[in-house]
C-alpha cells in the first residue's frame, strides 16, 4: 500500500468516505478502492465498509469495534460478552451482538458477526462504553445485560423452574457460583423484566434465591 494513503487511514477498519478522502490525489478513488481490494490490500467486510489487509495494518483490528458498526444500531452482549468477562470459560470466536433491526450474520475474511433482534425496551439500557487502547470505545452489556440477554435469546432452551435455570447456568454454560453472586441482582431483576418473560424472571429469582442462601450461610 502506497505510504502516503496508509498514513491518511487513521484505523485498520475504514469506510468509504474515509477511503475517499485519503485517495483524493487520484482521479477516481472509487476505482482505486477497487483495485485495492483486487490486490489484497483491502479486505471488504460488506458493502462500503473493509478492514486493512494484515500486511498493511500499523496496530491490530479492533473487532468489537467492527462489530458495533458493521450492522446497528447494536451493542456486543451474549456469550461474546461472558466469554469477554471471563464470565464462561469457552473463548468465543464469533462476535455476538443484540440489535434493534432484524436479525443478521455476516461471515467475512476477518470474523464472523451475528446479531440477534430484541425487543425495543430490553435494547434501551443495560449496556456502555468499553474502551481500547488507541482511545476510541465501542457498545457491549454489562455482565448482568448480557447474561438476560443470552437466557432469553435463546430461543430453542425451554426453562420452566428453578432448578432447570440452576442446571443451565452452572452445568451447561459452567458458570460457576461465585461468579454469579458477584453480579447485582438488582440490575438483573430490572433488566428481567424489561424482557417481561417467563424465562428471565426465572433467572432474577435464581439469582436473588442464591444471594438469599449465601448471606444466611
Known amino acids: ?37 483486487r490486490c489484497g490490500e483491502l479486505l471488504r ?17 479492533s473487532l468489537e469495534i467492527m462489530a458495533n458498526t458493521l450492522y446497528g444500531p447494536s451493542y456486543l452482549s451474549l456469550e461474546y460478552a461472558l466469554s469477554w468477562y471471563g464470565m464462561i470459560p469457552e473463548r468465543v470466536t464469533e462476535l455476538t451482538s443484540v440489535c434493534f433491526g432484524r436479525s443478521r450474520l455476516f461471515s467475512t475474511e476477518v470474523g464472523n458477526f451475528s446479531y440477534r433482534s430484541i425487543k425495543k425496551a430490553a ?24 447474561l438476560v440477554d443470552l437466557i432469553e435469546n435463546r ?18 454454560l459452567r458458570i460457576d457460583e ?18 417481561g418473560s417467563v424465562k428471565t424472571k426465572l433467572l432474577a429469582d435464581f439469582l436473588t434465591g442464591l444471594n438469599g442462601d449465601a448471606q444466611s450461610e
Open 1 to 37: 500500500m502506497d505510504i502516503q494513503v496508509r498514513k491518511a487511514i487513521p484505523y485498520e477498519e475504514v469506510d468509504t468516505a474515509t477511503l475517499r478522502r485519503a485517495l483524493y490525489r487520484y482521479a477516481s478513488p472509487d476505482d482505486k478502492i477497487g483495485e485495492m481490494v
Open 45 to 61: 467486510v460488506r458493502k462500503g465498509f473493509y478492514a486493512v489487509a494484515p500486511e498493511c495494518r500499523q496496530s491490530p483490528l
Open 123 to 146: 435494547y434501551s439500557e443495560g449496556y456502555g462504553f468499553t474502551t481500547i487502547p488507541d482511545g476510541r470505545s465501542f457498545l457491549m452489556a454489562t455482565r448482568e445485560k448480557a
Open 155 to 172: 430461543r430453542n432452551i425451554t426453562i420452566r423452574s428453578r432448578k432447570e435455570m440452576r442446571a443451565r447456568l452452572i452445568e451447561d
Open 178 to 195: 461465585l461468579t454469579l453472586l458477584r453480579l447485582n441482582a438488582e440490575h438483573v431483576a430490572h433488566y428481567a423484566s424489561l424482557y
